[in-house]
């Protein structure tokens, strides 16, 4: 009886040692279950008018939005370098004048279509066609097989790798498109991604459902995702704070600084999304920012550290010149504006400015957004010698006289996304589109041209930082200000979002979300 007492104390305690060397070897996620659950994520704001037709434009947080359901064809890791998605592998043909791409087999979208070499040369030629700028290069594709087929262009263009990895390369299904229209599928996403289409109402709900035939095997874990989207940005907070969401992103500096300091929450930032500042219309041929002393004048009058640090509560940081580090277009040896007021009045005077004679500018902005540190700007100017007044907008105005209208002797709000994603000429054209009273110097568009269709990544790299030089330091194409963070604020259980930790909105992974209850 002794013995077999023994018996089962002894089992007993390596049972105990067993269980306590598990415990200790496995990863603490592997010891909560991963799947199931729906994850809210609270945005402040509306949405805009497409969030599942690529040929028309996305507005920003529309594109955090139709991340879980349209994939792109390639992703970046964290170096901001390409890596395979959709597209396995990819190849440069010797001259640089073709790109051959095999693609992912076995791979659905969400109403059993095929994703093969046919759909994507139909969402290729589908962005050609549109007014974007991306893949405009290409003069033709061929489809070499099922999964393969090649690009070919004229001569090399190296924005194409980080177009397949950005929103112009998120896929759609031909067979949707075709059946139900551009119309009914701006508003009906069917894509490869991780989660399906279910519900949308504007500028209320966007709903996702689990893909059971997702391509990643036991992906995704969440059985569903919706973005609840709460136009003021007070209820928005409250309902966060409420527990109604457990994720909210797009808060102003205020509001995320004040949850923050709560200490309950978990706050991603990433200070890659791109450079923002105030571009005048240097373009107008009697505009006063025509005059490259008086742009000059502007960017040194600004105090960036004390804009970052009492209005932005350092979840920006200060902008002097017009690339993130890390991007192509870095260049060390630039070092942009600093704050030197007494060198603004004398450029101002050098060109011919005085207290009888300010430059009378517009600072035009859209009411809808935070324009505080804007007025902190005008107050910055106006001590320099500016004559600065706010014009207040509404969105709609703004964006055309900003894209289509023009305007004039001011200057408009605006973000270079020069970051480690983009490729720098494709940021400029997009700047230039955006902007079009924003001055064009001949000089800076050849040698962004010559960068882009330069094969040699050293000599391209040479190129794009005597970019960043003509752009910053001899035509100062606008005043940079801040270096744009971009935050997501979580409860504790959620896990692995990817959601502005390396990148912006460019990429999240929304497969790999779990809750820890």
């Known amino acids: 009886m002794k013995r077999a007492r023994c018996y089962f104390v002894g089992g007993l305690l390596l049972s105990f040692i067993f269980m306590a060397t598990t415990l200790i070897n496995t990863p603490a996620w592997a010891q909560t279950t991963k799947t199931g659950g729906y994850l809210t994520i609270i945005i402040p704001g509306t949405t805009g008018k497409n969030i599942g037709y690529t040929p028309e434009p996305f507005a920003p947080r529309d594109i955090l939005m139709i991340a879980p359901c349209l994939e792109t064809l390639l992703h970046y890791d964290k170096k901001g370098e390409q890596i395979p998605w959709l597209v396995t592998s990819w190849k440069w043909n010797p001259d640089w004048k073709s790109l051959t791409l095999d693609l992912r087999k076995g791979v659905k979208f969400h109403d059993g279509t095929d994703f093969n070499a046919e759909a994507v040369k139909y969402n290729l030629e589908l962005i050609i066609k549109s007014p974007k700028e991306a893949f405009k290069s290409v003069k033709s594709i061929d489809v070499i097989d099922n999964y393969s087929l090649r690009l070919n262009f004229d001569t090399y263009d190296g924005s194409i790798l980080p177009a397949l990895s950005q929103d ?10 075709e059946k139900n229209g551009k119309g009914w599928a701006s508003v009906h996403p069917v894509g490869t991604g991780p989660f399906k289409f279910k519900e949308f109402r504007r500028d209320s709900l966007l709903q996702y459902e689990k893909f059971e035939d997702y391509w990643q095997e036991g992906k995704p874990y969440l059985e569903g995702i919706e973005f609840k989207l709460i136009a003021n940005k007070v209820t928005a907070r409250m309902s966060f704070e409420a527990g109604e969401g457990k994720m909210i992103v797009g808060l102003q500096a205020n509001d995320t600084y004040g949850l923050k300091q709560e200490g309950k929450y978990i706050v991603n930032t990433s200070f890659s999304s791109g450079i923002s500042g105030l571009v005048g219309d240097g373009a107008n041929p009697d505009s006063v920012f025509r005059d490259v002393r008086v742009r000059k004048a502007m960017a040194y009058a600004i105090n960036r550290e004390d804009i970052c640090k009492n209005i932005f509560h350092d979840l920006n940081l200060p902008g002097h010149v017009l690339a993130v580090p890390g991007s192509k277009a870095y260049n060390p040896s630039v070092e942009g504006y600093s704050y030197d007021p007494a060198k603004a009045m004398a450029l101002l005077k050098e060109a011919g400015y005085g207290d009888s004679n300010k430059p009378k500018i517009k600072l035009n902005v859209a009411s809808v957004f935070d324009y505080t540190w804007v007025v902190a700007c005008q107050g910055y100017l106006n001590k320099v010698g500016f004559d600065a007044q706010m014009e207040l907008l509404a969105y709609p105005k703004y964006t055309a006289i900003r894209s289509t209208e023009g305007w004039k002797n001011g200057t408009c709000w605006i973000s270079i996304r020069m970051n480690q994603l983009t490729e720098p000429s494709r940021a400029i054209q997009r700047a230039y589109t955006d902007f079009i009273k924003m001055i064009r110097p001949p000089e800076l568009e050849t040698t962004l041209n010559n960068a882009m269709n330069e094969p040699d990544p050293s000599k391209a790299r040479a190129l794009y930082m005597e970019a960043q030089r003509l752009m910053v330091d001899k035509y100062c194409i606008l005043a ?15 896990k692995d979002t990817g959601l502005y930790i390396d990148f912006g909105n460019d990429q999240w992974t929304p497969e790999d979300i779990w809750l820890s209850k």
């Open 168 to 177: 112009e390369a998120r896929m759609i299904s031909p067979t949707a498109v």
């Open 480 to 494: 940079p200000v801040y270096l744009g963070g971009q935050n997501s604020i979580t409860y504790p259980e959620v």
